[in-house]
């Protein structure tokens, strides 16, 4: 046991802190309760008569940090194809860039409405900058007001934040602005459509090409580091369709970890890592957390997505990587299309479509049959003009409880208290997207995961916790 680690979850922060272990000559046993490691950066591949490849939706990756590029290459060796992001939104039966290009909105933008919104955006300037009114900067709603306007907030802000999450942009807290809007108003969209950063130098929503696995899909990523983990001759494993399903401690200590499905065992370790859900976390402790941490963890919400998978007799829908459809009248939210990832996931003749349509789990949404899921996504795609009646070849549909941390405007005053108790816990560090209850991209999942590793094999302090909490992070 001396020097044994046991990782709860496979996604990419579990796997890449697994890597960092085993390279450094500890002993590492990753606890997956899926089939298949990746978490939401897994891939799905089927061969046969034709090779199609597919994820759980867009996945890019890219980095200003070479060494972190250099890493990714040394993972997938030469499977690397370097794709070129294109992202636009579909309004008014026009395709907008996004993110948002002033020259690309003038020319597509009813005249009437870009009269309206450049006032509202003067108008609202005006207030903030004499003061006359006062910008609380608390939601989402108030942040985006405040920078572009109501007109601009409404027509590509509001109403797509609304379908997606479910619920009022009044109602999410302006984290989730600041974190995943990197322009900084109007003005800032202007200058930097006039003047555009060079490449890797401005922010990361502008970073145009990125990495991708030419054959595999992005799971790749997971898949190389499960094979250089377990021949690091190490004895170290990974294990799949092994959920970690109680967390037994003795006050401060985490003593075990009981896992499986069907057949339950226990193991135990020098360390434990966690990249599960921190609700799920602390909802598996025994004993329990105390009861005002259990309470806060119940009160973090997550968004839940439905993935409408559609094969197509045509070679492509079109050259985005992915396409957002904020209107309310069409159900599902955003699409993409993994041939312009690589264009070897799809056979040349015929292309696939990922539909995203959030929920939350249990409602109507996620417990519709793969038929009716089909008709929705067909017929919003259709209606937007992307594909045509008849070309639909065949559909399934895949689903993710826990997709995305709801930042509603209490969330903070529940997270705390939950990731302060789990501090308090002597062997255990809860990390990745999911651990820390925190939207980051996969380079800050690998990044956390692999600073978690280091921090363990070595005894040096990495700061793991302070990745993805600066302001420009997001993407």
Not at 65 to 83: M, R
Not at 359 to 372: L, N, Y
Not at 415 to 425: H, Q, S
Request: with cysteine; glycine share 8%.
């Amino acid at each position: 046991m001396s020097d044994h680690n046991v990782i709860l979850g496979g996604g990419l922060a579990g796997l890449s802190c697994a890597y960092e272990l085993a390279m450094k000559g500890q002993r590492v046993t990753v606890l997956e309760r899926e089939p298949h490691v990746g978490g939401m950066a897994s891939s799905f591949i089927e061969e046969g008569d034709e090779y199609w490849c597919h994820d759980f939706g867009p996945h890019r990756f890219h980095s200003r940090d070479q060494a972190l590029l250099q890493h990714i290459k040394d993972i997938l060796g030469d499977n690397v194809v370097t794709a070129q992001r294109l992202s636009r939104i579909v309004l008014f039966n026009r395709f907008f860039d996004y993110p948002l290009v002033a020259s690309n909105v003038l020319r597509n933008m009813p005249p009437h409405l870009l009269a309206k919104a450049m006032l509202d955006y003067l108008w609202v300037r005006f207030l903030d900058v004499t003061r006359i009114r006062k910008y609380d900067d608390i939601s989402f709603e108030s942040w985006v007001t405040r920078r572009f306007g109501k007109t601009l907030y409404r027509i590509f802000f509001g109403q797509y934040t609304e379908k997606a999450w479910g619920m009022s942009p009044s109602q999410i807290s302006a984290d989730w602005a600041s974190q995943r809007i990197s322009l900084l108003n109007l003005w800032d969209t202007i200058k930097k459509t006039v003047f555009r950063p060079k490449e890797g130098e401005g922010p990361r929503t502008l970073v145009t090409s990125f990495m991708y696995p030419k054959f595999g899909g992005i799971g790749e990523l997971s898949r190389g580091y499960v094979r250089k983990i377990e021949d690091s001759g190490t004895g170290s494993r990974v294990l799949t369709n092994a959920p970690a399903v109680r967390i037994h401690r003795d006050g401060t200590r985490i003593v075990g970890i009981e896992y499986g499905k069907h057949h339950r065992e226990l193991m135990t370790a020098k360390n434990y890592i966690s990249t599960l859900p921190v609700t799920a976390l602390v909802r598996a402790l025994a004993p329990a957390a105390p009861d005002d941490v259990v309470q806060a963890a119940r009160s973090l919400k997550y968004i839940s997505i439905v993935f409408v998978y559609l094969k197509l007799d045509r070679p492509s829908v079109s050259p985005d990587s992915w396409v957002y459809l904020p209107e309310k009248h069409l159900t599902v939210h955003r699409i993409s299309e993994f041939k312009n990832f690589s264009p070897h996931c799809a056979p040349k003749d015929k292309t696939m479509v990922c539909a995203e349509i959030t929920c939350r789990r249990g409602d109507e949404i996620w417990r519709s049959s793969d038929e009716d899921l089909r008709d929705l996504a067909e017929k919003d795609l259709i209606s937007v003009g992307l594909i045509e009646k008849g070309q639909v070849l065949s559909c399934f549909t895949k689903r993710i409880p826990y997709a995305y941390p709801v930042y509603d405007l209490e969330y903070r005053t529940h997270i705390d208290p939950v990731i302060e108790f789990v501090k308090t816990l002597t062997n255990i560090i809860t990390t990745g997207r999911q651990g820390n209850f925190r939207y980051n991209n996969m380079d800050q999942s690998i990044e956390m995961g692999r600073k978690v590793g280091l921090q363990l094999a070595t005894g040096d302090y990495t700061d793991h916790a302070a990745v993805a909490t600066g302001k420009e992070y997001f993407g």
